[in-house]
């Protein structure tokens, strides 16, 4: 007995010695919840190799002590139950185990006998139908390729028990025929025949697939999917040499593409089937291409589509970002395409934002009407204002500036803050750019009472004031104390701007020890610290 117990203990070493080498474990560590250990310590050093010598040893021991237990025991359900979670956990390394039996140690029958152990314990999981499924091809493409070695050999191959079924793949169908019962949907079926597909010997196996694919999965998009872009690679015409006949073939392909994804639409006009179509016509416009006449067809199509999918109302809100950048060259069906695209989305914060963005780049006058109605629409306490140009709003309405000025005071009404003060630095903008620097005053002046504010407010009139001939300090000082009324307490670069400029040549030196004192009284938290250490580099010619 105690040789036993010895031997057990000595197999553990290899184990053990190598989670110390790769730094998982230390020596004096013990081997209680190890697995669940070693998991958590792999994600947290990136260490994701040698599992066929560690893990599989360790899962390996704890089911022998499993089954043993069990066998003593055969009434203790808590026992039984424990062994069924255990195993039902570690499914990955069932997959690992029998990978390791099959192409280390050349057992197949292992490697089949732990794929049905795991799908005891995991009757509909993907990943473990799938590997068995490969394991079963794997395994009479081996046998296959022995056969042909020994024919090549001239030797007699009666001896040798190749099985006609087994080399086809018919074992690889049984297991097929059961994954399907079990687990429904195209997408896994598909999974299963491109598995398929990598082995030469599979026409037939791939053949029913295809078949029960298609009549039992009409109302799935991928299926449909999948049947369109079998069209590519359909045969075609010959070799061709020039490029134009290689371009026209591919055109047609296409074309017979298109014709699937239609039939399809014809009984599953949802959502998800036309998201397929727009992708596929989508992707096919962004493979490149030497001939324009190809491109040009492509756009065309996929225009055509996007629009189909609008009018049938199933259009997928990213595609109208797509839609509108597509048709950037024509102003008028771009705009409109982003003001519909609105329409559509009315609730989606993204699209407001996109569409107001694209019209101030496209410089419609539809942009000061679709920001007004964004604020109708969008919750107040999350929207989002575009970051509108200068010269973009200019030009908005540059030829109706009083519109530009409406457009202007129902922005500053806004009873969003994000709004309401993000207005105010762009009508100041507009202000100084198409009236001067006696306008720009002005609005200012009409606006530097109503909050809220931004810091971005009073700098640009500091920058105004400083780039006229003869700038006057009194206004100068007079935005930045407006603006320290607003940030003072936490921003310590306006009241090292203020110093700087009363260094300057418009300022008066004596007037930034004053500053100091106040900014020290005024700044709060770590704001003050930052103060201090920029005003002493200032002081010592560091900055």
């Known amino acids: 007995m105690a040789d036993i117990v010895q031997q057990r203990l000595e197999d553990r070493i290899p184990a053990l010695e190598q989670l110390e080498r790769v730094g998982l474990f230390t020596s004096k560590e013990y081997e209680i919840n190890v697995l669940e250990l070693i998991k958590k310590r792999r994600a947290r050093i990136g260490y994701h190799f040698k599992r066929e010598e560690i893990e599989y040893p360790i899962i390996h021991r704890i089911n022998h002590v499993f089954r043993r237990a069990t066998t003593k025991w055969k009434e203790d359900v808590q026992l039984w139950l424990s062994q069924v979670a255990f195993n039902k956990k570690w499914v990955s390394l ?72 087994i080399l086809s793949g018919k074992l690889a169908e049984v ?20 598995i398929a597909a990598i082995f030469d010997f599979t ?92 491109k040009e067809k492509r756009k065309e ?22 839609w509108v950048l597509l048709s950037s060259g024509d102003t008028v069906s771009a705009t409109q395409i982003a003001i519909t695209a609105t329409q559509c989305f009315s609730q989606s914060v993204e699209m407001w934002s996109f569409s107001l963005q694209t019209l101030v780049q496209l410089e419609s006058t539809e942009a000061g009407h679709l920001f007004q ?10 929207v989002v204002v ?32 994000a709004v309401s003060s993000a207005m105010k630095e762009k009508y100041l903008e507009w202000s100084y750019k198409t009236g001067g620097y006696k306008r720009a005053r002005k609005t200012f002046t009409s606006l530097h009472e109503h909050r809220p504010f931004t810091k971005a407010f009073f700098m640009k009139m500091i920058e105004i004031e400083k780039e006229q001939e003869t700038p006057k300090i009194s206004n100068l000082r ?66």
């Not at 540059?398 to 005071?409: C, G, K, R, S, V």
């Open 301 to 322: 199509r996929l225009l055509r589509v996007l629009q189909s999918a609008h009018d049938a109302k199933l259009l997928q809100e990213s595609f109208y970002k797509n």
């Open 373 to 382: 109605e964004a604020l109708k629409h969008v919750n107040p306490k999350v």
């Open 386 to 417: 575009p970051q509108l140009t200068l010269s973009g709003t200019q030009h908005l309405t540059a030829d109706l500036p009083e519109d530009t000025e409406t457009f202007f005071q129902k922005g500053l009404l806004s009873l969003v803050p």
């Open 94 to 165: 069932w997959i690992m185990a029998a990978k390791c039996e099959m192409e280390d140690r050349n057992s197949s029958e292992s490697a089949r006998h732990l794929f049905l152990r795991a799908l005891r314990f995991h009757p509909e999981n993907k990943k473990v139908y799938q590997e068995y499924f490969r394991m079963e091809l794997m395994h009479a493409e081996k046998l296959r390729k022995q056969q042909q070695e020994l024919e090549e050999a001239k030797i007699d191959v009666g001896e040798y028990n190749f099985s006609p079924e």
């Open 175 to 194: 297991v097929y025929r059961d994954a399907a019962q079990k687990i429904k949907g195209a997408e896994f079926i598909l999974s299963l025949l491109q």
């Open 478 to 543: 007079d935005y930045y104390e407006r603006a320290l009324r607003e940030f003072g307490s936490s921003d310590e670069d306006l009241w090292m701007d203020y110093i700087k400029e009363e260094l300057g040549r418009h300022g008066n030196p004596e007037n930034c020890g004053k500053l100091h004192w106040r900014a020290v009284k005024t700044l709060e938290g770590e704001s003050v610290e930052h103060f201090t250490t920029q005003y002493t580099l200032l002081q010592t010619g560091h900055v």
């Open 203 to 294: 026409k037939e196996l791939q053949d029913t697939i295809l078949q029960e694919l298609q009549s039992q999965y009409v109302d799935d998009c991928m299926m449909w999917d999948f049947m369109a872009k079998r069209e590519l690679d359909a045969a075609g015409a010959p070799e061709l040499q020039s490029a134009k006949g290689r371009a026209s073939d591919t055109d047609r392909r296409e074309e017979r593409c298109c014709v699937v994804y239609e039939e399809a639409l014809k009984s599953l006009n949802t959502e998800a089937m036309w998201t397929c179509y727009v992708t596929f016509c989508l992707e096919r416009y962004k493979r490149k291409t030497n001939v324009s006449e190809l």
